[in-house]
């Protein structure tokens, strides 16, 4: 809960005001795992607000640790699907990936978590538990709203978790730490840039429209160009970054022609390209782009004054992409109840 919603509640309770406050700081500072243990709550308080809530911790059911250092948690989800969450380690920076749906609606071709379905929207407090549960809670830097699912499709969750990590009642965490990344759902994406400062990452993918909507279906509904026309409203040069995220498939999308019609697209709005290394799934004729292609394809982006750069991959040895463990979990558990 928000400090707002813990207002609410300790209200209902004839708590004072204060006590939200209280609340938060056991929640989300001393991050305890129960109500009995807040303790400078009345003992009748933490029994009354017992009866009707919990703090809801619940830790990973299952984990696989890459060489790398890179850590795919699996956590239980809704709607009986399990999703996950990918701790990446990185010199000095330590990243979580959120999901923010059990499965996805987008049903974009390439996506193991769209090929699941969808299977219903995580809670505010099922994404901040990814986040608070790790064994590496503590030592986060960034989060990313990268993992199964839309955030743009769970928006108001999404929003509170943002405003629980950020708010001075909350984690307090800089919003700089922060990236949603989306397929670019026109209003909420609207809501998100004008009610918070976190970073915004598009997930691009083609510049040009049809090869987009047989890639991406949402293309139909919000074209990416009037998703990036919406973006050059904002001023990502100064305290936000905008990221035009980018994966590259041999043949398909890697061609000089489309890194200029990728340029042409974002132009004007200092967004940086990130080129992308597809983790190849199953049943899939998509291939990854070979390095010498993309980085030729950097290169072009660099010529033609776009910042762009190739992700280095991570945790190739435990299935990273997103939707594979939760999706071999899944299927274990239908296998077994048949
Ligand atoms: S790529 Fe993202 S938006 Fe598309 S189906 Fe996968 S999770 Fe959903």
């Known amino acids: 809960m928000t400090i707002e919603q813990l ?167 800089s919003p700089k730490r922060i990236t949603v990344s989306s397929i670019g759902k026109l209003k909420e994406l609207k809501m998100i840039l004008d009610r918070t400062k976190v970073h915004v990452a598009i997930s691009v993918h083609s510049p040009i429209g049809e090869q987009r909507a047989s890639l991406m279906p949402v293309e139909n509904a919000y074209p990416v160009k009037e998703v990036f026309s919406l973006l050059h409203g904002y001023d990502f040069a100064h305290q936000r970054r905008l990221s035009a995220e980018y994966i590259m498939w041999k043949g398909v999308n890697d061609s000089l022609r489309h890194a200029e019609m990728l340029a042409r697209l974002v132009k004007g709005t200092s967004a940086r390209v990130n080129l992308i290394r597809y983790h190849a799934i199953p049943d899939s004729e998509l291939q990854p782009s070979s390095a010498k292609t993309m980085e030729a394809f950097r290169d072009k982006l660099n010529e033609l004054g776009i910042t762009a750069t190739i992700r280095a991959s991570r945790g190739e040895d435990i299935m990273a992409a997103c939707g594979m463990l939760a999706g071999r979990e899944n299927k274990n558990q239908t296998q077994q109840s048949l």
């Not at 390439?110 to 590496?136: K, V, W, Y």
């Open 7 to 173: 207002r609410t509640v300790v209200g209902k309770y004839g708590l004072k005001p204060f006590a939200a406050g209280q609340i938060a700081s056991w929640l989300y500072v001393k991050r305890v795992k129960d109500i009995e243990s807040m303790t400078d709550l009345s003992k009748n308080a933490r029994a009354a607000l017992s009866e009707n809530y919990c703090v809801g911790r619940k830790g990973p059911k299952a984990e696989a640790r890459s060489t790398d250092g890179t850590v795919k948690y699996l956590f239980e989800g809704v709607g009986g699907r399990d999703i996950e969450a990918v701790y990446i380690p990185d010199r000095d920076r330590a990243t979580l990936c959120v999901s923010s749906q059990a499965g996805c609606r987008m049903n974009c071709s390439f996506c193991m978590t769209g090929r699941q379905g969808f299977h219903g929207n995580l809670s505010t407090a099922d994404i901040i538990n990814q986040i608070l549960s790790i064994p590496e809670s503590e030592s986060l830097t960034n989060i990313v709203f990268m993992g199964m699912g839309e955030p743009t499709d769970n928006l108001s969750a999404v929003l509170d978790a943002i405003e629980i990590l950020t708010s001075a009642r909350g984690m307090g965490w």
